[in-house]
């Protein structure tokens, strides 16, 4: 089974920088689109950033200007830039790969924490 492995959380600081990237354990084929979504207590999932197979991105209101999502195709790979992080970015963030198919991979989540 196909599993999606995150790194790249952590703590840090109001106006510090984080990097998220998140590999397959296989390959995965016919990748529709990629993106990163985040959790935060008491709060529903919500999407952060996405990037699709042509590489048309689109990001949450609250992070445009901030966040830059980005994808290595040769290795089945996405990554989320995190500049300029807020104590509102606190949660737990999840990657997704979509397949055309209708297949969903998540990750487990990395816990990001910003302290002000």
């Known amino acids: 089974q196909v599993q999606l492995v995150e790194s790249g959380g952590g703590l840090v600081q109001t106006g510090g920088s984080l990097r998220h990237s998140c590999a397959a354990s296989r390959t995965i084929f016919s990748i529709k689109d990629m993106g990163w979504y985040r959790q935060a207590p008491g709060k529903q999932r919500e999407l952060v950033a996405a990037i699709t197979s042509s590489g048309s991105t689109n990001y949450a209101d609250s992070v445009k200007g901030r966040f830059t999502i980005s994808k290595d195709n040769a290795k089945n790979t996405v990554a989320l830039q995190m500049n300029s992080l807020k104590p509102e970015d606190t949660a737990v963030y999840y990657c997704?790969?979509?397949?055309?198919?209708?297949?969903?991979?998540w990750g487990n989540g990395t816990l990001v924490s910003v302290f002000s």
């Open positions: 997704r790969y979509s397949q055309y198919c209708g297949m969903d991979y």
